[in-house]
């Protein structure tokens, strides 16, 4: 009866390294959506997936995010060149499809240097 | 676009008092609204939410009701207790192309209940 989880929980970069955010959706669920929250805001949308479609991708900020889910279970997002401005918590989320509820992961929060 | 506007906190409030928290929202179609909570140290959770105009949500004590003449969706809760400090988060889905139901949240209102 496992949710949503997410590694690493916590990961410090090197202003320029790449890194790679995990997602385990709950199982059978279709949807799955990435979001960043910043300090002291609302999550905003990142990109959205069904089964190993990408069907959304308008809120990447920019080319150097990557996002990935291509057995339609795990997805990864992959963050190049990391900037000081990517420091944010990166919230998985996955639901059965349509309106159904998004339930969400516990976060992993990158700190970049 | 969509947007959700809530009460700025933090908010702080004694055992037992009463507690609003105002949420609105703009949107094109007819979203579905919710009231997610983010406790210390933890990932975010469903607290309540509602689908169609007039329908109240409610869990916990907590409530929020569907109003689409004033495009709100307020949290209310009779008696606050300590352990319902947390952030809590207002947001409304909506259809945005194909099947993407994306989440649209306000900015987040910290409660904090003291003893």
């Known amino acids: 009866g496992a949710g949503v989880s997410q590694s690493p929980r916590y990961k410090v970069a090197k202003r320029g390294q790449d890194v790679a955010l995990r997602c385990d959706p709950i199982?059978?669920?279709?949807?799955l959506f990435w979001y960043q929250q910043a300090l002291g805001q609302g999550p905003e949308f990142l990109t959205y997936?069904?089964?190993?479609?990408?069907?959304?991708k308008s809120g990447l900020p920019s080319d150097r995010f990557f996002a990935e889910r291509p057995e339609g279970s795990v997805s990864t997002l992959k963050i190049q060149r990391t900037q000081q401005e990517d420091s944010a918590v990166y919230l998985c989320?996955?639901?059965?499809?349509?309106?159904?509820?998004?339930?969400f992961g516990p976060g992993t929060r990158l700190l970049v240097l | 676009g969509n947007s959700v506007t809530q009460m700025e906190g933090p908010v702080t409030l004694s055992e037992e008092a009463f507690l609003t928290i105002n949420c609105t929202y703009t949107?094109?179609?007819?979203?579905?609204l919710f009231w997610y909570v983010q406790y210390p140290g933890e990932g975010l959770q469903l607290l309540l939410k509602a689908t169609k105009a007039d329908d109240k949500g409610s869990n916990k004590g907590f409530e929020a009701t569907y109003r689409k003449e004033t495009t709100s969706f307020h949290l209310e809760k009779g008696s606050v207790q300590v352990s319902d400090s947390a952030v809590y988060f207002c947001?409304?889905?909506?259809?945005?192309?194909?099947?993407?139901?994306?989440?649209?949240f306000g900015k987040g209102t910290l409660l904090t209940v003291n003893p």
């Open positions: 949107a094109t179609g007819y979203p579905s």
């Open positions: 989320a996955s639901s059965l499809g349509g309106k159904e509820t998004q339930y």
């Open positions: 947001a409304l889905s909506a259809l945005s192309g194909g099947s993407n139901y994306k989440l649209t």
């Open positions: 199982s059978g669920h279709v949807s």
């Open positions: 997936f069904q089964n190993e479609a990408q069907l959304d």
